[in-house]
């Protein structure tokens, strides 16, 4: 699924029904560098309030059109056209008739996805959980102000999404059921750890409430 939003940001969303508003939140966050806590969505003349809230329960569907404010009431503007050519670029499917050859493809698109993010989640994972009782002597000396976690959560979000929606977009011939199985699994590592970081900052800012 794709959101436009004014002016002219496109933000594709792989699962609408399991998607929070946070984590469009999130998303938006990473590209406008507006914080969170300063941007508001508006649906059909409605700010969307409960960010823990599914997307598809607020009727958001393929293709609807949200407007989108920053601080003060400010529409932020379009990315600069410098910033708009320094994107990530998409990881090519193999041209393949052999299913292990696009099932290995598969491994390696999840593993370069989270092998380079695993010491950055541990990390903000740490700065974010609350401990458990008794576990105090594990928690870091010195967390990072409320500012740079949030932007460490939206990195590490929009990261995450990507990988998500690499997987989402790859073309498995029906008759391919290890490739399948393959992206099934890639995609259940993925999802997994981004509901560990949104969960952690989830109780980071429940504790601070």
């Known amino acids: 699924m794709r959101i ?3 002016p002219r940001y496109n933000i594709p969303i792989p699962h ?23 941007l508001k969505l508006i649906h059909k003349g409605a700010v969307l309030k409960d960010n823990t809230l599914t997307l598809s329960s607020y009727g958001i569907t393929d293709g609807t059109q949200l407007v989108m404010i920053g601080k003060e009431g400010e529409i932020p503007s379009a ?22 050859v696009l099932t290995e493809w598969i491994r390696n698109l999840v593993n370069s ?8 989640i541990a990390t903000f994972l740490s700065y974010t959980r609350q401990p458990k009782e008794g576990s105090e002597v594990n928690r870091p000396r010195q967390i990072p102000k409320d500012d ?6 939206a ?17 498995i011939p029906s008759e ?16 997994g750890e981004l509901n560990k970081v949104d969960e952690a900052w989830g109780e980071k800012k429940a504790a601070a409430a």
Request: proline share 8%; glycine share 4%; net charge positive.
């Open 79 to 100: 990315p600069e056209p410098a910033r708009q050519q320094v994107v990530k670029k998409k990881n090519k499917q193999p041209e393949t008739d052999t299913e292990s």
């Open 4 to 6: 436009p939003l004014t």
């Open 16 to 38: 609408p029904s399991t998607t929070p508003l946070s984590q469009l939140q999130a998303t938006l966050s990473a590209q406008t560098s507006i914080p969170t806590t300063q």
């Open 155 to 171: 990195r590490l979000s929009e990261l995450l999404l990507r990988g998500l929606l690499d997987l989402d977009g790859v073309e």
């Open 148 to 153: 740079v976690l949030q932007r460490e959560h």
């Open 176 to 191: 391919w059921q290890n490739a399948r199985k393959e992206r099934k699994e890639g995609v259940r590592r993925v999802q």
């Open 113 to 120: 996805t989270l092998d380079p993010l695993q010491a950055s």
